[in-house]
């Protein structure tokens, strides 16, 4: 055995005596080919990660399963609250972030909502805003969808959308949006895609004369809820509000009428931008002023095509109403 080592150990004392010495460095330097190593490189993440997907068939199977799950969850959430209340169905679905919603959030963000109209109607009922009104403080369905179906009209039509002045088709949204669905249909038509619109679904065909009146009397209260900014023109002064829109010359307006008109251009921000500032609006501190400027609610502009922001909704419910008591 000791023989067999000491041979072994010969050898290779042997070997390591007569290794050649290693060549020296040549003095020109090499420039490496960064276009085949880049492609070497990527050629090995790719296998890499093919061979992670092909060998862990499991866990792709697993995370497709957890996907597949979230979509189910999400559309029975969707189908659930378009079932209940399309009118709050709607709201979710005109929200910008739709396409990223998870179940989750669309459950985290229509509880809010919910809290919002629950502390609105609390706010209202404090106030009395709802005197003068044949409509019922506690919470009903009717109730609760005029408030839904106010805060969408606000997403849809309010300050800096495009249609704000679209009077067509801010009636043609309260009556189901019939025509904007047969503008979505032809349009697929000529493309080849199934038509997809929201607009007007959550009015369920068209509203009643009674729904349009539960959201005319839901829109004066909440109008109701900032008028502790009335005739506070000094502090407006302060707070810049009458430095962002222009007046005519031959226009006699006073600051408490533009005032006002801020006032109404509040309401259509929508449900969010009323309750916080309902409180705030109400004390006698700058406190309303301060968080309306904060948060950009103070550089503000005149409603297009000459109206006042004042007939914001309401024109288009009184119109609405017309149309559906004719065809009665």
């Known amino acids: 055995m000791e023989s067999h080592i000491s041979k072994l150990s010969g050898s290779l004392y042997r070997s390591s005596s007569q290794r050649p010495s290693p060549p020296r460095k040549s003095s020109k330097r090499r420039i ?14 790719s296998t890499s990660t093919i061979s992670h997907y092909v060998g862990n068939s499991d866990e792709v199977a697993d995370h497709r399963f957890h996907e597949l799950c979230e979509e189910i969850q999400l559309r029975l ?6 079932a209940t209340s399309p009118a709050a169905w709607e709201l979710r679905e005109t929200d910008e972030q739709v396409e990223e919603y998870t179940a989750a959030k669309y459950f985290k963000d229509h509880n809010r909502d919910l809290l919002t109209i629950a502390s609105l109607r609390s706010h209202i009922r404090q106030f009395r805003a709802f005197s003068g009104h044949n409509i019922y403080i506690s919470p009903s369905k009717e109730l609760d969808d005029a408030f839904w179906r106010v805060w969408t009209f606000c997403k849809l039509f309010g300050c800096g959308k495009s249609s704000e002045g679209d009077i067509s088709d801010q009636v043609d949204w309260l009556r189901g949006g019939r025509l904007a669905q047969e503008r979505a249909r032809y349009c697929s038509s000529q493309i080849g895609t199934e038509p997809c619109v929201v607009f007007g679904k959550g009015n369920r065909g068209g509203l009643s004369i009674r729904e349009l009146h539960f959201m005319k009397a839901v829109w004066q209260c909440l109008g109701g809820l900032l008028k502790g900014f009335r005739s506070r023109c000094e502090l407006a002064r302060k707070y810049a509000i009458f430095e962002y829109v222009d007046v005519d010359e031959d226009e006699t307006l ?7 008109e801020w006032i109404f251009y509040l309401t259509s921000l929508g449900l969010h931008v009323i309750l916080d500032l309902a409180a705030p609006s109400a004390q006698d501190s700058p406190t309303g002023f301060k968080i309306a400027d904060e948060n950009g609610w103070t550089r503000w502009r005149r409603r297009r095509g000459g109206r006042s922001w004042s007939r914001f909704l309401l024109e288009a419910v009184d119109l609405a109403i017309e149309f559906t008591e004719s065809e009665t």
């Open 77 to 82: 959430m969707k189908d659930i609250l378009h």
């Open 254 to 260: 006073s600051l408490s009428n533009l005032l006002d």
């Open 32 to 45: 490496p080919n960064t276009k085949k190593t880049a492609v070497n490189e990527l050629s090995s993440v």
